[in-house]
């Protein structure tokens, strides 16, 4: 039998949204002699059926695992079953880059190494934006090749098994297989085993796949006990083989030094550990403290470990801004003692003492706060336009609808008739500027008035990274009232979602590069997890969140009625007359949606992608198309999610909408999937984009693109300026 060059090893589990774009990233490359091997390792849940619906070529064939067995075994079985001269590891939600890995394999066969590595790139939750894996970078960013560890040092910190090309006949000499029991957490074993082993090993210095991260996924996900044994373990075997490794003879010590910093790193920086111990008196994670001690056994980091080491300092955190402020040397060393001591109420003090000081409460003005906060689509435009337009009156009756962070007159939305409420206060707060909110409360003690009514969807912040900080932020700037109440617009939780989704996709975000399904697997959770959404509101206000039914309201035409109930401003402002609907803000349909994601995928600047698609949006109004672009199955996992998580929550603080009714219509939807954009629709997306060209003076006067104006800081103006001054006066000596 002849032997292939490559065979691609895909470990799946529920990565279904995702797998269709690993296949294709593969089978795109440039090359031949390949094979792909895709383990199922959930057969309970995806069947033959599922596979042979997703059309697979020949080289790419399916193993079946009898059950579950985990991501180490699943990989294993690929090993086992591969045919091609050297073996790569992809997981099923990531992708490689156009031309990656067939650079990567030709790196692989010219060195003739027995572990090739290729850099990597990240894609954050939920975009498709890269940044190169800030290790690849720091240690990796050119290429180099020589004859095992020795040679190139920095291949003991190679993030993960998926980075690298492996020949295989190398694996099966050297019996590297993936520890079954670690069924978590199972790379940097591997890694470790793999490069101690290796006679030769070569790096391309470019990138060659990303990796997406995405909700749910080891690397986002909090961990619990389980997950603490598991990491716990690997450590334990980790620093085991190091030891073994160092103890070699002509193995210098410090890859053992190396490897017990990368522990120590990991316990305080990484794992979420120290504190858990600390905070739990039971006997497992007891038994997790004490383990820890004897893992660091008797080995001390080196000052020249920590001072000047050429793999480690790049790499290192120490002395550097983080999650836990600033950890310095003095710090991480008595941080080690106080671990190998398995004193972890100190280790926790110790780290708690390197946070970011407690800022003292802001200034109050007195008054109380009613902030509407909503998802997309659920009438926020509308409540809008009665509070501009009843803002007189209202003032007259004591509540202020501030005008500081307002978007500015006239606002051109990106679709016709959209506008985001006090989004400025919002952006101040996330770039860290005053001006908006010393504005807001100046005019507040202007006013008078004893109630401040503030309306900013955005202000969920539903899908920030790093939500907890922003929403602190976000509290410390509004610590001034004197009370608050939350009120929120809610939509039913198999159409909500998407909404949100459309929402973005329509509006140039990023996010809408993504399908609707890659979408659902990172926020779909999210959007029906009413409790996560809000209860940090609830607890900064101290009182119960209120949720209105948008539905509801929207039937009975009662949004600002219900609202004012809500906010607990019925008898104060019952007497005004809300506006018939001005500004129209239609949902787009599944035709715009698609045609929007077209230009989030293939514009990479936001300017550009936002002029495009105001173009678009103002001369193609929506049709009457009321098609969901998700299945009524994925829309029923998302009312299974809600019932879950939210039905209870929801129900005590006033949303309580009729699951069973709509999981009979779900069940009894005739539904199409979106059929291919007509040339009618890509016409229109096509005179939008010329329609956004801005001429530019280049060489010779030719050429157009879009113009991005960069106003430089004050500081800098002031120095060209002087510069320019200074030249003016040389030459006229």
Same mark, same amino acid.
């Given at each position: 039998?002849?032997?292939?060059?490559? &065979?691609?090893?895909?470990?799946?589990?529920?990565?279904?949204?995702?797998?269709?774009?690993?296949?294709?990233?593969?089978?795109?490359?440039?090359?031949?002699?390949?094979?792909?091997?895709?383990?199922?390792?959930?057969?309970?849940? %995806?069947?033959?059926?599922?596979?042979?619906?997703?059309?697979?070529?020949?080289?790419?064939?399916?193993?079946?695992?009898?059950? #579950?067995?985990?991501?180490?075994?699943?990989? #294993?079985?690929?090993?086992?079953?591969?045919?091609?001269?050297?073996?790569?590891?992809?997981?099923?939600?990531?992708?490689?880059?156009?031309?990656?890995?067939?650079?990567?394999?030709?790196?692989?066969?010219?060195?003739?190494?027995?572990?090739?590595?290729? #850099?990597?790139?990240?894609?954050?939750?939920?975009?498709?934006?890269?940044?190169?894996?800030?290790?690849?970078?720091?240690?990796?960013?050119?290429?180099?090749?020589?004859?095992?560890?020795?040679?190139?040092?920095?291949?003991?910190?190679?993030? &993960?098994?998926?980075?690298?090309?492996?020949?295989?006949?190398?694996?099966?000499?050297?019996?590297?297989?993936?520890?079954?029991?670690?069924?978590?957490?199972?790379?940097?074993?591997?890694?470790?085993?793999?490069?101690?082993?290796?006679?030769?090993?070569?790096?391309?210095?470019?990138?060659?796949?990303?990796?997406?991260?995405?909700?749910?996924?080891?690397?986002?996900?909090?961990?619990?006990?389980?997950?603490?044994?598991?990491?716990?373990?690997?450590?334990?075997?980790?620093?085991?083989?190091?030891?073994?490794?160092?103890?070699?003879?002509?193995?210098?010590?410090?890859?053992?030094?190396?490897?017990? %910093?990368?522990?120590?790193?990991?316990?305080?920086?990484?794992?979420?550990?120290?504190?858990?111990?600390?905070?739990?008196?039971?006997?497992?994670?007891?038994?997790?403290?004490?383990?820890?001690?004897?893992?660091?056994?008797?080995?001390?980091?080196?000052?020249?470990?920590?001072?000047?080491?050429?793999?480690?300092?790049?790499?290192?955190?120490?002395?550097?801004?983080?999650?836990?402020?600033?950890?310095?040397?003095?710090?991480?060393?008595?941080?080690?003692?106080?671990?190998?001591? $398995?004193?972890?109420? $100190?280790?926790?003090?110790?780290?708690?003492?390197?946070?970011?000081?407690? +800022?003292?409460?802001?200034?109050?003005?007195?008054?109380?706060?009613?902030?509407?906060?909503?998802?997309?689509?659920?009438?926020?435009?509308?409540?809008?336009?009665?509070?501009?337009?009843?803002?007189?009156?209202?003032?007259?009756?004591?509540?202020?609808?501030?005008?500081?962070?307002?978007?500015?007159?006239?606002?051109?939305?990106?679709?016709?008739?959209?506008?985001?409420?006090?989004?400025?206060?919002?952006? $101040?707060?996330? +770039?860290?500027?005053?001006?908006?909110?010393?504005?807001?409360?100046?005019?507040?003690?202007?006013?008078?008035?004893?109630?401040?009514?503030?309306?900013?969807?955005?202000?969920?912040?539903?899908?920030?990274?790093?939500?907890?900080?922003?929403?602190?932020?976000?509290? /410390?700037?509004?610590?001034?009232?004197?009370?608050?109440?939350?009120?929120?617009?809610?939509?039913?939780?198999?159409?909500? @979602?998407?909404? %949100?989704?459309?929402?973005?996709?329509?509006?140039?975000?990023?996010?809408?590069?993504?399908?609707?399904?890659?979408?659902?697997?990172?926020?779909?959770?999210?959007?029906?997890?009413?409790?996560?959404?809000?209860?940090?509101?609830?607890?900064?206000?101290?009182?119960?969140?209120?949720?209105?039914?948008?539905?509801?309201?929207?039937? /009975?035409?009662?949004?600002?009625?219900?609202?004012?109930?809500?906010?607990?401003?019925?008898?104060?402002?019952?007497?005004?007359?809300?506006?018939?609907?001005?500004?129209?803000?239609?949902?787009?349909?599944?035709?715009?949606?698609?045609?929007?994601?077209?230009?989030?995928?293939?514009?990479?600047?936001?300017?550009?992608?936002?002029?495009?698609?105001?173009?678009?949006?103002?001369? #193609? @109004?929506?049709?009457?198309?009321?098609?969901?672009?998700?299945? @009524?199955?994925?829309?029923?996992?998302?009312?299974?999610?809600?019932?879950?998580?939210?039905?209870? %929550?929801?129900?005590?603080?006033?949303?309580?909408?009729?699951?069973?009714?709509?999981?009979?219509?779900?069940?009894?939807?005739?539904?199409?999937?979106?059929?291919?954009?007509?040339?009618?629709?890509?016409?229109?997306?096509?005179?939008?984009?010329?329609?956004?060209?801005?001429?530019?003076?280049?060489?010779?006067?030719?050429?157009?693109?879009?113009?991005?104006?960069?106003?430089?800081?004050?500081?800098?103006?002031?120095?060209?300026?002087?510069?320019?001054?200074?030249?003016?006066?040389?030459?006229?000596?």
């Amino acid at each position: 039998m002849s032997v292939l060059r490559l &065979s691609v090893i895909i470990p799946f589990f529920d990565e279904s949204a995702f797998i269709q774009m690993a296949l294709r990233s593969v089978l795109a490359q440039p090359l031949s002699g390949l094979e792909v091997i895709i383990v199922n390792d959930n057969p309970a849940q %995806f069947g033959p059926a599922f596979f042979a619906e997703l059309k697979l070529p020949a080289q790419v064939r399916v193993l079946h695992h009898d059950a #579950n067995h985990g991501l180490s075994a699943a990989r #294993n079985s690929g090993i086992d079953a591969a045919t091609g001269a050297r073996v790569a590891f992809l997981d099923a939600d990531d992708y490689y880059l156009a031309d990656g890995l067939a650079a990567q394999l030709a790196l692989a066969e010219r060195s003739g190494a027995d572990i090739s590595h290729g #850099n990597c790139c990240i894609s954050p939750v939920g975009a498709p934006d890269l940044r190169l894996l800030p290790r690849d970078r720091a240690l990796f960013s050119r290429p180099r090749q020589g004859k095992g560890l020795c040679a190139v040092e920095q291949a003991q910190f190679i993030t &993960s098994s998926w980075s690298s090309l492996y020949r295989r006949d190398f694996l099966q000499d050297a019996g590297l297989r993936f520890d079954p029991e670690q069924v978590k957490f199972e790379d940097r074993l591997f890694v470790l085993s793999a490069v101690t082993a290796a006679g030769s090993i070569a790096c391309l210095g470019a990138p060659v796949r990303v990796w997406r991260r995405r909700t749910g996924s080891i690397s986002v996900t909090p961990p619990g006990l389980a997950a603490h044994r598991l990491q716990v373990q690997l450590l334990e075997k980790c620093m085991a083989l190091m030891r073994a490794h160092a103890a070699r003879p002509g193995i210098s010590k410090r890859f053992l030094q190396r490897e017990l %910093f990368n522990t120590l790193s990991r316990l305080i920086w990484d794992m979420d550990l120290i504190a858990a111990i600390a905070a739990n008196t039971g006997p497992d994670y007891a038994a997790l403290g004490q383990r820890i001690a004897r893992l660091l056994g008797d080995e001390t980091c080196h000052r020249q470990i920590l001072h000047a080491d050429p793999v480690v300092t790049p790499i290192s955190r120490i002395g550097k801004e983080s999650r836990l402020g600033v950890i310095r040397r003095r710090d991480f060393v008595e941080l080690h003692k106080l671990l190998r001591a $398995a004193d972890f109420t $100190a280790a926790t003090a110790r780290i708690t003492a390197r946070g970011a000081p407690v +800022r003292p409460r802001r200034r109050g003005n007195g008054t109380h706060l009613v902030l509407h906060l909503g998802m997309h689509k659920t009438g926020s435009t509308y409540l809008q336009q009665c509070l501009a337009s009843g803002a007189d009156e209202m003032r007259a009756a004591g509540v202020l609808y501030p005008q500081s962070g307002l978007a500015v007159t006239p606002f051109v939305a990106v679709r016709p008739g959209g506008f985001p409420g006090h989004l400025g206060l919002l952006t $101040a707060m996330l +770039r860290g500027r005053d001006g908006p909110w010393l504005r807001l409360n100046s005019e507040i003690t202007q006013s008078g008035c004893q109630t401040v009514v503030l309306s900013c969807e955005g202000m969920l912040l539903p899908l920030a990274s790093d939500r907890k900080a922003q929403l602190a932020r976000l509290f /410390d700037r509004l610590s001034g009232f004197a009370s608050c109440q939350v009120v929120a617009f809610v939509r039913r939780p198999d159409v909500g @979602p998407e909404m %949100f989704y459309r929402e973005q996709a329509c509006n140039g975000l990023r996010l809408g590069a993504r399908s609707v399904q890659e979408f659902m697997v990172d926020y779909g959770p999210t959007l029906t997890d009413l409790p996560q959404l809000f209860a940090p509101f609830e607890a900064f206000s101290g009182l119960p969140v209120v949720l209105v039914d948008h539905d509801r309201s929207l039937a /009975d035409r009662a949004h600002w009625r219900n609202f004012l109930a809500a906010a607990g401003l019925g008898e104060r402002l019952g007497h005004i007359t809300p506006p018939a609907l001005t500004r129209p803000y239609p949902s787009p349909d599944r035709d715009q949606v698609a045609a929007a994601r077209l230009v989030d995928v293939m514009l990479a600047s936001e300017p550009q992608r936002v002029a495009v698609l105001r173009g678009f949006f103002a001369a #193609n @109004p929506p049709a009457s198309d009321p098609a969901m672009l998700l299945s @009524p199955l994925d829309r029923l996992a998302l009312v299974e999610h809600f019932a879950a998580a939210s039905a209870e %929550f929801a129900a005590r603080r006033g949303y309580a909408p009729d699951l069973e009714r709509i999981r009979s219509e779900l069940a009894a939807e005739v539904w199409h999937p979106p059929t291919v954009l007509s040339l009618e629709v890509l016409e229109r997306l096509h005179q939008a984009r010329l329609g956004a060209e801005t001429a530019v003076t280049g060489a010779g006067g030719r050429g157009f693109a879009l113009l991005r104006r960069i106003r430089p800081r004050p500081w800098l103006s002031n120095c060209l300026a002087w510069v320019a001054a200074r030249s003016q006066s040389l030459r006229g000596r």
